[in-house]
């Protein structure tokens, strides 16, 4: 289904139609007060002279009262809109984050993506509520509008006309700035997310470390003041731009305000009018410019609100990625990639004709030199990317993987392990890990399962070393019941003594399960039962740990270059 406005409005309406019908009765009301309130001033000067004291008196209170209500507006406005972000931000950051968690990871390689992304958060967090606002605000507008029109044309047309022309003419204005405005924001887009890539480097602990040790602070910080000079640059070339523009404008505002009291003046002069309708006309020429001036006003920044609503919609309407690849229920017992091709664009395969068949239990090594293919295999076999041509064949198995740049989440450590699978047995898994030596730093602890990660979240919040953060992320995917586990360099935070203790202490809980090691340690292929080598996006051998050690090849080689480290 395409999405687009019509859906964003059913959506936030959807279950308070008669708030809203009752609401546009409240705006318009509100609109008519406006002007019902310059006719009764009218009326008041009109009978100060007048034996009519009761009148006088009624009138009085009726200004009164209409003020009173008017009084209301901004707060029933306030409340109003308060409802509305509620409203859309339950609806629709679900929706965003549903939609952002189905998309391709591929796209997160796309700045443009990104900013659309950051775009559609501000959609969701303000402008979409700002957007409806403005829309009640305009029936206001629109009613203080029709309403103050006919009272003007019933005095005399000339006087609308002239209020029309001053109206037209600071609103042209008004347009073109909006417009510009839009441009230059968009424009300065990609600027602002690098500002805000370059303070993240300077702010966040995870680069302090390396920041310091190269005394890369100065540098980070020059390059972030030569974004933000330019930046700086443009807004305050824009600003002097439309800060000249409207210094013209308002004197010419101000010599038409001066020919307009003039006008009323030669009426009243020649008895054309009286002194009521006077002052009535000039209250009605400035309620008029203001009113038209925040009609235009709210439409442009309702078209400002609509560049960020458009990126909401445009990723909305993204092409989803099915997540995992389903087969035939009769296929159980293996995994089958046949003549699998990947790549960005035609031109750049990072995979080549992949054929590869994995049996139900077996463990298999991914090997290879970086940017051979393994890891974008890995993510196809998982499902996370679709080929770009051939078919992939797998039962309806289970999956789990650690990758290599594995989640940490600042949670409790029974969350950062749970996660998305809180209907695991508890109990279960504190005996199994208690019983694990590789896991026992966990009972460690202050809290055990419960202790708060994260020092820079939680005032008690821990920090783990990274051979910890990887053991619980192999948790995570060790209490999954998975048939299919994905390693991808899964030891690769820990040292040789625990890389080698932690897969014993796990390779019995590994016997019956279909087991992917992508690793650069040729040590771990040991545990595999068919090691593949991956060479430019081409597997170009396979075999068992002994044939290819024993054959001239190249995880022979991968092999004794390794071997040389420990000679």
Request: hydrophobic letters at 45%; a neutral charge.
């Amino acid at each position: 289904m395409e999405i687009g406005y019509k859906w964003i409005i059913k959506k936030i309406i959807k279950g308070n139609i008669l708030a809203f019908l009752g609401m546009i009765f409240i705006f318009f009301a509100i609109g008519i007060l406006q002007s019902g309130s310059i006719l009764i001033v009218q009326k008041i000067m009109r009978q100060i002279n007048s034996p009519k004291e009761a009148l006088v008196i009624i009138l009085i209170i009726a200004f009164i009262v209409i003020q009173l209500l008017r009084s209301f507006e901004h707060f029933i406005s306030e409340n109003w809109e308060l409802f509305i972000q509620k409203k859309v931000f339950r609806v629709f950051y679900h929706e965003l984050c549903g939609k952002i968690h189905n998309i391709s990871i591929l796209k997160f390689d796309s700045a443009q993506f990104l900013v659309d992304v950051e775009r559609s958060r501000k959609a969701v967090d303000n402008k979409i509520a700002d957007f409806i606002g403005q829309i009640f605000s305009l029936i206001a507008i629109i009613s203080t509008m029709i309403s103050l029109c006919a009272i003007l044309v019933k005095i005399d047309k000339k006087f609308f006309a002239y209020f029309l022309i001053m109206s037209i003419f600071q609103n042209i204005v008004l347009i073109f700035n909006s417009k510009d405005t839009i441009r230059f924001l968009k424009k300065q887009d990609k600027k602002w997310h690098k500002e805000y890539y370059y303070k993240d480097l300077l702010e966040n602990r995870e680069y302090a470390k390396e920041i310091r040790n190269y005394n890369g602070y100065d540098w980070i910080v020059e390059k972030r003041m030569e974004n933000y000079d330019q930046i700086a640059k443009e807004h305050l070339g824009f600003s002097k731009r439309w800060s000249a523009i409207n210094i013209i404008t308002g004197i010419l505002m101000y010599l038409l305000e001066g020919g307009m009291f003039l006008f009323v003046f030669i009426y009243l002069k020649k008895g054309n009018i009286t002194s009521d309708v006077a002052i009535m006309l000039i209250q009605a020429q400035i309620l008029f410019c203001t009113t038209v001036f925040a009609c235009v006003e709210y439409v442009m920044n309702a078209k400002e609100d609509f560049s960020y609503i458009d990126s909401f919609i445009k990723i909305m309407n993204t092409k989803e990625q099915k997540v995992n690849v389903d087969a035939p229920e009769h296929i159980t017992d293996k995994l089958e990639l046949k003549n699998i091709f990947f790549g960005y664009d035609e031109k750049n395969l990072v995979l080549k004709n992949i054929n590869l068949c994995i049996k139900k239990g077996e463990k298999v090594a991914l090997v290879g030199e970086n940017g051979s293919g393994k890891s974008t295999l890995a993510k196809i076999i998982m499902g996370l990317l679709l080929p770009t041509k051939g078919e992939i064949s797998i039962g309806k198995w289970e999956k789990a993987a650690i990758f290599q740049d594995f989640g940490r989440f600042y949670l409790k450590v029974k969350e950062n392990i749970f996660i998305g699978n809180l209907s695991a047995d508890i109990d279960e898994f504190e005996d199994f890990y208690k019983n694990k030596k590789e896991f026992q730093f966990i009972e460690n602890l202050p809290n055990g399962l419960d202790s708060l990660l994260g020092p820079e979240i939680y005032e008690n919040g821990l920090e783990l070393s990274g051979g910890q953060w990887q053991k619980i992320a192999l948790l995570r995917a060790l209490i999954r019941n998975a048939e299919i586990i994905l390693f991808d360099e899964p030891t690769s935070a820990m040292d040789p003594v625990a890389e080698r203790e932690c897969f014993k202490e796990i390779e019995e809980l590994l016997k019956d399960k279909t087991v992917i090691i992508i690793t650069h340690r040729i040590g771990l292929t040991k545990f595999a039962d068919k090691i593949v080598t991956l060479q430019n996006g081409q597997i170009v051998e396979e075999g068992t740990y002994k044939e290819l050690l024993n054959n001239t090849s190249i995880f022979q080689k991968y092999y004794m270059e390794q071997s040389k480290w420990y000679k």
